[in-house]
T-cell receptor
Framework: AQSVSQHNHHVILSEAASLELGCNYSYGGTVNLFWYVQYPGQHLQLLLKYFSGDPLVKGIKGFEAEFIKSKFSFNLRKPSVQWSDTAEYFCAVNAPYGGSQGNLIFGKGTKLSVKP | DTGVSQNPRHKITKRGQNVTFRCDPISEHNRLYWYRQTLGQGPEFLTYFQNEAQLEKSRLLSDRFSAERPKGSFSTLEIQRTEQGDSAMYLC???????????FGPGTRLTVL
């Protein structure tokens, strides 16, 4: 069965610090990869996605993620965080040609707190 | 485009009661998904529809749960004989293509007393 692991449960950073959130998935076939963000009191929003092509993808608000197939990883990065990045971040995967028929498998999430 | 909407936003019920939630997807989206999220966890897939057909159900969806999408537009999720373990946020999402981005609604938070 597919699974997604997010290694950090809660990350606390000061403004302007660099961010890297880890995400690993378990599935040997073709995958689509996503990072979603949930700001306090708001619904899940897509931050970025990878389907194919350049493994370094750029998303909204200065976020980027790198797909490393050999490591089954899709880590999220941002060079300099802001207080407004305080949110919960979820990594998700689907296997478009597998048995899941497109539903997303989510990690448990990483809560990011940015101190002003 | 008003996004995915869900009603009600909050529901408090007593154990043993039935509850029904509604999801209105983005209008041109033919795929609709239901997820459940509990504290400290990511969303977990429950079921999905392509148009009016329910194509997949998770093992999490016990026989007390039923979902419908009668005309391929809005969907309802009913939980019969609620249990305290059903307390969670129920999320609806929609997408246009099978592998496309899923757009999430605000969720319905269910509390079973």
């Amino acid at each position: 069965a597919q699974s997604v692991s997010q290694h950090n449960h809660h990350v606390i950073l000061s403004e302007a610090a660099s961010l890297e959130l880890g995400c690993n998935y378990s599935y040997g076939g073709t995958v689509n990869l996503f990072w979603y963000v949930q700001y306090p009191g708001q619904h899940l929003q897509l931050l970025l996605k990878y389907f194919s092509g350049d493994p370094l993808v750029k998303g909204i608000k200065g976020f980027e993620a790198e797909f490393i197939k050999s490591k089954f990883s899709f880590n999220l990065r941002k060079p300099s965080v802001q207080w407004s990045d305080t949110a919960e971040y979820f990594c998700a995967v689907n296997a478009p040609y597998g048995g899941s028929q497109g539903n997303l498998i989510f990690g448990k999430g990483t809560k990011l707190s940015v101190k002003p | 485009d008003t996004g995915v909407s869900q009603n009600p936003r909050h529901k408090i019920t007593k154990r043993g009661q039935n509850v029904t939630f509604r999801c209105d997807p983005i209008s041109e989206h033919n795929r609709l998904y239901w997820y459940r999220q509990t504290l400290g966890q990511g969303p977990e897939f429950l079921t999905y529809f392509q148009n009016e057909a329910q194509l997949e159900k998770s093992r999490l969806l016990s026989d007390r749960f039923s979902a419908e999408r009668p005309k391929g537009s809005f969907s309802t999720l009913e939980i019969q004989r609620t249990e305290q373990g059903d307390s969670a946020m129920y999320l609806c999402a929609s997408s246009f293509l099978r592998v496309d981005e899923q757009f999430f609604g605000p969720g319905t938070r269910l509390t079973v007393l």
